[in-house]
């Protein structure tokens, strides 16, 4: 430090002081007038020849009380006159052993702390109690930290008993001096271990916030919260820390951050000066939600490093410059800065700046207007671009449909009288209404005319809006299965709530956030939630490859949207046709191994002549197929271009459904479904977290299959968002289960952003629509889950089915699991025999141990 400007902050007195190591002198300065980049004052009074100093403290309560750190260690404290010539030395405390002080503070109870560097046989930190008669003889009223060097020490404003000082360059440590036990070796109340140990300074507006930066050469600084702090002996490297920060990469040379300073006027604020002159001001915030606590599919920094785990984040940095006037752009802008403080409100002009003093190289003092951001941009209503910065705004017109007769022009009316008023608890039939096509829409107006046209929470209407694009039209297709088994606690066993989980957090029992998922304070176990859900949908036995977990995938089974009947099945497959999907409904039967109805549906399309005789159905009705056939579904399989018969005839070729899964020929749904029946428990686990770890990386919609609306989709629909632009259909999706299910941050970013847009598009009844039905969706799940559980009791929940039927080598034909007798033995499993036989009981098929 060779100076440093201080604002006062004693009542409405508007003065600064100068401290200037080079010519050892103090200086008191009045105000007289705060311009817009210069200031107005006159000097009150100056001492000099004072002793070498290394640290200073100017007294929070008198303004005419400053203590001076010596470079020999002891502390000297002056009384400044208003007088020149008058201030007088008061005091002088003295120190064993000579060694420089690093700093010093005043408490508002004028409780005084010196903080020295390291000797062996004495304390680095003196209390000094400077109320009254004090003379230079008085001795320390505490003694902390034998032996342990320490760099700065503060007192927090409105606790003056309570200081803050970092210790043996790797700790900071909190005393309260009301504690009669510290001493020479006391330990401090609070402890945290870092390498930002230099110039704490502590938030006016918010005490529990302090910040301290880095060494010498290092430009990094950490925001610390004081509750988070633990008493450990050693503390933690992140005990109480909500904010680390680097300044490395914004510089090539070596920078030292030498000033720190907390805004008075506004929470969060914090400037930050440097060693080559910069000064640069930041605002810090807090997050309404938490953050995402898993970081399975995020980005790997190469560096090393954990997720940030804080609900504190720096908004914007910028620097601060000095403000150009009276044709001194050149040189302002050439100036560099040595000290800074910000400027009380007293001094603040009418602007939405607020002011900082700035003490420059050359003894120049000015002020500097730091805005409250560089810039901000948004869409006005009228889809004008509005760009403000400072007290200058700049508008540029983008609005799609403007009127040529006038040169601004207004952009379209919103015509909203043909949107439905859709309950969202309810599934309207208003999707039948004729609509136009939006698929040959511009992209950026695609969002627009969907919303127009009732984009929002009937799954229904959204696939036919989005007809076309099949990737949206599976993604509602899901969403509408997830909310139908979702509806009036279908989802609840016991005390758990598996609303919206998909196919994979079934399997592997993970279902999130379990603090938004447990009821009554119970106690159930997830494994005993699928079991006793399997059991009151009443669902059939399993039948297919051996497993332990029969009910675990039924209940995927269920989610994928297999129908376990043939009524229900030959209904689908009709559907399908309908559609135009003929191979595709012919694969469905086969699928659930029915071959007489794909033979039927087959026959019926034939004579109709819907699709042309190719001869599958001679391949079909085969039991066992020689070469010659074989090679005949090969060439056919390579001539096709239809995705549902190049998997039927790949299936034919081999006789194996895991032949087919390898492949993309049949979508997602259809392979999980396909590996829940014919992989072991080992290879479903692997298949299911490929297949989910894919579609997140990809951003593939039909993922939602697997993750659910739980907080695995919100990282797939993140990549989504970045690969497509489609905010719309994000918001809309995970509207669903945000926030009664899921607590992540980025949704409410993402629903901002599309109330925004939906202002630029002047929706103004769509968005209140918007809000409406989704406070009626979280006020239903939320009294749903109150309500008394659908499930068994858990006897006859744990129960398991027969397992006589599931090896397929024994299925019978011709008939399907609703004309199976209900026999419900208990079913013993792999897993018991372990049990019984002393091995360690596995957990759910994920392989976790319970």
């Given amino acids: 430090m060779e100076a440093a400007v201080r604002w006062s902050s004693t009542g409405d007195r508007r003065r600064f002081l100068v401290v200037d190591t080079s010519d050892s002198s103090l200086t008191l300065n009045v105000v007289d007038h705060v311009g817009h980049c210069n200031i107005e004052y006159r000097q009150i009074t100056r001492y000099t020849k004072l002793p070498g100093f290394s640290a200073f403290s100017w007294s929070p309560v008198q303004d005419s009380l400053v203590v001076l750190g010596l470079v020999s260690g002891d502390a000297t404290l002056i009384r400044l006159g208003e007088a020149k010539g008058t201030s007088d030395i008061i005091a002088t405390f003295r120190v064993k052993q000579q060694r420089k002080c690093n700093s010093v503070a005043l408490s508002s109870q004028h409780w005084l702390a010196v903080a020295l560097d390291k000797t062996r046989s004495d304390v680095c930190l003196n209390i000094y109690d400077v109320n009254g008669d004090i003379s230079s003889s008085v001795e320390p009223v505490r003694r902390l930290c034998a032996a342990e060097q320490v760099s700065s020490v503060r007192f927090f404003p409105s606790s003056p008993h309570e200081l803050v000082a970092t210790t043996q360059r790797s700790f900071i440590r909190i005393y309260d001096l009301r504690d009669s036990y510290i001493g020479a070796g006391g330990s401090a109340s609070l402890q945290a271990s870092t390498r ?32 988070w702090m633990t008493s450990s002996a050693f503390g933690g490297s992140n005990s109480g820390s ?91 802008e050439s100036v560099p800065i040595s000290s800074f403080d910000w400027i009380s409100s007293l001094a603040v002009d009418r602007t939405d700046l607020q002011r900082m003093i700035v003490l420059h190289p050359n003894h120049e003092v000015n002020v500097i207007g730091v805005p409250s951001a560089n810039f901000e941009a948004q869409l006005s209503s009228r889809d004008d671009f509005v760009v403000v910065s400072g007290d200058h705004s700049t508008i540029t017109a983008t609005g799609h449909d403007r009127s040529p007769a006038k040169g601004l022009g207004i952009a379209k009316p919103w015509d909203s009288s043909t949107v439905s008023d859709l309950g969202a608890d309810q599934e309207a039939s208003g999707h039948d209404v004729q609509t136009p096509d939006v698929s040959q829409w511009p992209s950026s107006l695609l969002p627009r005319e969907r919303c127009r046209q009732g984009y929002l929470f009937d799954c229904h209407r959204n696939a036919t809006i989005v007809c076309g694009d099949w990737q949206l039209e599976r993604l509602w297709e899901i969403v509408h299965r997830l909310r139908t088994h979702s509806a009036n606690d279908n989802m609840v066993h016991g ?289 749903g889950s109150c309500s008394s559980s659908l499930s068994q009791p858990p006897e006859k929940a744990r129960r398991r089915r027969s397992g006589l039927f599931n090896n397929k080598a024994t299925r019978p034909h011709g008939a399907y699991w609703d004309r199976l007798p209900d026999m419900r033995t208990p079913h013993v499993t792999l897993r018991h025999l372990r049990a019984l036989a002393g091995h360690t009981q596995s957990g759910g098929p994920g392989g976790r141990t319970q």
């Fill in 495 to 783: 005390s758990l709530d598996l609303s919206y989980i998909g196919v994979a957090g079934l399997w592997a029992e993970q279902m999130g956030n379990s603090t938004r998922r447990s009821l009554h304070g119970g106690q159930t176990r997830i494994a005993d939630a699928i079991v006793g859900l399997a059991v009151s949908m009443d669902l059939p036995a399993f039948v297919g490859e051996r497993t332990d977990f029969p009910e675990h995938r039924q209940l995927c089974l269920a989610i994928c949207g297999w129908q376990f009947t043939t009524e229900t099945l030959e209904a689908e497959c009709q559907q399908l046709i309908e559609r135009g999907l003929y191979y595709q409904a012919i694969v469905q039967a086969v699928l659930h191994d029915y071959k007489h109805i794909a033979l039927n549906l087959l026959r019926t399309l034939i004579r109709s002549r819907t699709i042309p005789n190719i001869g599958l159905g001679a391949l079909l009705a085969s039991d066992d197929m020689n070469e010659e056939q074989r090679e005949m579904c090969r060439w056919m399989a390579a001539d096709t271009d239809e995705p549902a018969l190049k998997a039927l005839l790949a299936f034919l070729t081999t006789g194996d459904w895991r032949d087919v899964m390898k492949t993309t020929y049949l979508h997602l749904g259809y392979r999980v479904a396909l590996g829940l029946k014919y992989l072991n428990d080992t290879e479903l686990s692997g298949f299911l977290q490929t297949e989910t770890a894919r579609a997140v990386r990809n951003g593939d919609l039909e993922g939602v299959l697997l993750t659910g609306l739980g907080e695995q989709a919100m990282k797939l629909f993140q990549t989504y968002i970045v690969r497509t632009g489609d905010l719309q259909t994000a918001v809309l999706a995970t509207a669903i289960s945000n926030p009664r299910y899921v607590d992540d941050v980025r949704w409410e970013m993402w629903k901002e952003t599309y109330f925004e847009q939906m202002q630029t598009w002047r929706a103004f009844n769509e968005r209140t629509k918007f809000t409406v039905q989704h406070a009626r969706l979280a006020r239903s799940a939320a009294n």
């Fill in 242 to 332: 909500v904010l680390s920060v680097s300044l490395a990469g914004e510089t090539t040379h070596p920078t030292t951050i030498r000033n720190v300073r907390w805004s008075g006027n506004q929470r969060g604020r914090l400037a930050l000066g440097t060693s080559r002159g910069e000064v640069r001001a930041m605002d810090i915030k807090e997050a309404a939600c938490s953050v995402p606590r898993d970081s399975e599919y995020l980005p790997v920094n190469p560096y090393g490093g954990a997720l940030w785990q804080n609900t504190r984040y720096m908004a914007q940095m910028r620097n601060v410059r000095p403000s150009s006037c009276k044709g001194k752009e050149d040189k302002a």
């Fill in 196 to 227: 930002h140990v230099n110039n704490v300074s502590i938030d006016s507006l918010d005490e529990h916030y302090f910040a301290s930066v880095g060494s010498t050469a290092d430009p990094s600084f950490t925001v610390w919260d004081k509750r």
